[in-house]
């Protein structure tokens, strides 16, 4: 049995049209069944097919399909499951959804679910699956077929076809559901969990697919409509605010402090001294792990103060000694999602004024914190936690905390099970962090241990989160496993991760130590992420050559405009013998950091101006960083790239007009972040400068004269198509004319 329908005909000009690259119109998604089950199709192309519904643990085995508008009913005698597609209007992402009608287990730990036979014409796929054993990461996996998925936690999952379409899905979650994607019986498809028994909601989200010519484009029109799908506009990045903290160099205590083990109040003066005395700006501190006042036996939270043996006066007089002796703009303070990595402890002085919202649940996590242990945790649902974020926050912010760093996230998969469901669950306890944050520290937050989407779905106003596993420090036995994994490792993990993440946050690196011997790599990933730059270094060990590249005398970072983008001609490519280009922009100019990602002693490759997407323009200036090279090309002139295990290049690209192109401060990675307002002429350019320093400049001819704030300037070289301006260093807002 076939049918089919418009989308167009029965809502509301439901029609999905695509952009192709040479700008004529793909028609319209179209939604069919072909032998009982779900079919869809793009401009009449099938592209994924043989959809139906599965229920763990039930005996429903659909036989016959009928459909009514946007409603595909699968029968089995009596028994009906109906799945529904949704969009919204304009969008060009069709959402699926699941009516159950009691065919589902009433098990909670059961899944409801919808797969498809095949993908048609399926060439190559990246997965990004939450890995274990602490679940709190994803990474990329290279697909060949759609049934090699793992079986669930894929919290993204993009692929194209053999005529260089592009397609990709989403999990949506809602009513009590989170739902991943991934494979059962080597199909591809979602599974959604509940983990609370007799869950009985109406409709269950299942997931979205879009399609396109565009990757970018396309991902970034599957999270917008799915989140709108889902009631969490809110949370694309385009509608949040950078926190202003953030826009410094930070240091956290983590690896620098033994995760926690050194930390002191004299520990902090102490590090805020080394930068100073080095000449470092230090914008903000990150207090983690180690400060709070905890039961060590239940490993769960006493009270809101620091320990007493560590910071004897709270955290108050530290921080304003951090402030008013070394330059410390802002401190943050680390906390976990469930107050404390067990969560409360019942006997303590909040364990008795939270007492009427504590509730036991056992932990399960096989690498967890004591698995088999009942902990207590505060409940969203009748006030307390949102009480408690209001009142710990309060303190902290008199304390002088100026932002928090919340970790732990993932353990809601765990408190949910046989508590509640868990999308209700982890939408309530979100919600009270977010109010909290907005409220204390104007919504400036580090969201950690994220990347499940319980989590990341219910950011609300969180604008920064982590987007890979932890930095951990140089061993000379480390390896390109992204699990605890080498420089090479931890950087392709992000920045494939970053694909998806920065539809919802700026990503976040994490930090990373200057002096790490393949430092290099962590650098040119910080720059061209567009998040955060930390460090954990130890006490006077800080490289400053390798830390000023990154941020201004004052301590700003030169900051990427948008997070970094994997290339497209690199989506399919992760860990492979080959160059990985990241690409982004500075004030109109393009970014491209390149690194060897493989284990392997060298790369070859090349790239051209058009792998930065969106940079317009015919000529360029291209500069690298570290050899400090220039040459002149044509937007799709292929420039070769060879580089040696563990290395890296960084590129500035930059066009030319009327034969001048103002590149911008050459000791920065982000060169051009520092310049703008640029306006060229034939006779002249000028511009805004951040601050001073050595500013590089091509140009084809030999400038006449050159004006710094009005004034004659004579501090310039030229040579082989260089104009160097040499300013003093401690200049600022500084306005330049060169005339030619």
Not at 251 to 273: H, I, P, R, Y
Not at 510 to 539: C, Q, W
Request: net charge positive; with cysteine.
């Amino acid at each position: 049995m076939k049918t089919s329908f418009s989308l167009r005909a029965i809502l509301i000009l439901f029609l999905f049209s695509f952009q192709t690259m040479k700008g004529a119109e793909i028609n319209k998604i179209s939604i069919s069944s072909d032998n009982n089950k779900l079919v869809i199709s793009l401009n009449t192309i099938v592209k994924v097919k043989g959809g139906v519904p599965v229920f763990e643990n039930s005996h429903f085995n659909p036989l016959n399909l009928s459909q009514r508008a946007t409603n595909f009913n699968f029968y089995e005698g009596d028994k009906r499951a109906t799945v529904i597609v949704k969009a919204t209007d304009n969008d060009k992402v069709v959402g699926i959804y699941m009516q159950a009608n009691g065919n589902n287990s009433a098990k909670g730990t059961d899944f409801t679910g919808f797969f498809f036979d095949s993908i048609p014409r399926f060439k190559q796929g990246v997965a990004i699956w939450r890995y274990k054993p602490w679940n709190a990461w994803t990474k990329p996996m290279k697909i060949s077929n759609p049934g090699q998925l793992e079986s669930w936690d894929v919290q993204f999952f993009y692929w194209q076809y053999d005529d260089g379409t592009y397609g990709a899905a989403i999990p949506l979650s809602g009513n009590g559901y989170r739902t991943t994607l991934g494979s059962n019986n080597g199909k591809f498809g979602c599974k959604a969990f509940s983990y609370y028994d007799n869950t009985n909601r109406d409709t269950i989200p299942m997931l979205a697919i879009g399609f396109g010519n565009d990757p970018y484009k396309l991902f970034e029109q599957l999270y917008q409509s799915g989140l709108k799908l889902m009631g969490k506009a809110e949370n694309m990045r385009s509608k949040k605010t950078y926190p202003k903290p953030l826009e410094y160099l930070g240091w956290c205590t983590w690896n620098s402090s033994e995760m926690g083990k050194n930390l002191s109040d004299q520990f902090l003066l102490d590090a805020a001294k080394s930068f100073k005395d080095k000449n470092i700006p230090l914008g903000f501190m990150i207090i983690d792990d180690g400060w709070s006042d905890n039961n060590p036996d239940q490993n769960s939270l006493k009270s809101f103060l620091p320990k007493a043996d560590k910071f004897p006066h709270g955290f108050k007089k530290s921080i304003e000694t951090l402030k008013s002796q070394y330059g410390v703009r802002y401190v943050g303070a680390w906390n976990a999602f469930n107050c404390y990595w067990a969560g409360v402890d019942k006997n303590s002085t909040i364990g008795k004024e939270f007492a009427t919202s504590l509730y036991p649940w056992t932990q399960k996590d096989p690498v967890g914190n004591d698995p088999g242990k009942v902990a207590g945790m505060i409940s969203p649902f009748n006030g307390g936690l949102a009480k408690f974020y209001d009142q710990w926050y309060t303190y902290l912010k008199s304390e002088g905390i100026d932002f928090v760093k919340v970790d732990n996230q993932l353990i809601v998969e765990q408190m949910s099970q046989g508590n509640f469901p868990i999308w209700d669950l982890a939408t309530a306890m979100h919600k009270d962090l977010d109010i909290a944050v907005k409220k204390h520290f104007d919504g400036a937050i580090i969201n950690c241990m994220d990347m499940t989407n319980d989590a990341f779905y219910n950011f609300g106003s969180t604008a920064v989160a982590r987007t890979v596993e932890d930095y951990f420090p140089y061993e000379k036995d480390e390896t390109f496993n992204m699990q605890k994994g080498n420089a090479p490792a931890h950087i392709t993990q992000a920045v494939y991760n970053a694909l998806y993440f920065q539809q919802m946050v700026w990503p976040d690196y994490d930090m990373f130590e200057s002096y790490n011997p393949n430092v290099n790599v962590h650098v040119v990933g910080r720059a061209i992420s567009g998040g955060p730059v930390y460090l954990t270094d130890k006490t006077g060990q800080q490289n400053v050559k390798t830390i000023m590249s990154l941020i201004y005398s004052d301590g700003k970072i030169l900051r990427a405009d948008v997070p970094g983008k994997v290339t497209e001609d690199c989506l399919f490519n992760v860990q492979d013998a080959k160059p990985l280009k990241v690409f982004s922009f500075a004030n109109g100019a393009g970014l491209l950091a390149i690194i060897n990602p493989a284990d392997t002693n060298e790369v070859k490759g090349s790239f051209k101006v058009t792998d930065v997407k969106g940079l317009n323009g015919t000529t360029f200036v291209v500069y690298e960083h570290f050899t400090k090279t220039m040459q002149l090309v044509h937007r799709e002139q292929g420039i070769p790239v060879t580089l040696k295990k563990f290395g890296s290049s960084y590129y500035n690209i930059v066009e030319v007009e009327n034969g001048v192109a103002v590149i911008g401060l050459i000791d920065k990675l982000n060169a051009p972040k520092a310049v703008s307002d640029i306006k060229y002429t034939s006779s002249k350019v000028s511009f805004s400068l951040y601050e001073g320093g050595d500013v590089l400049i091509y140009s084809d001819k030999h400038p006449k004269s050159v004006f710094v704030n009005d004034k004659m300037f004579t501090s310039f070289h030229f040579e082989n198509n260089k104009l160097i301006l040499s300013l003093k260093p401690e200049s600022k807002n500084l306005k330049i004319k060169v005339m030619f």
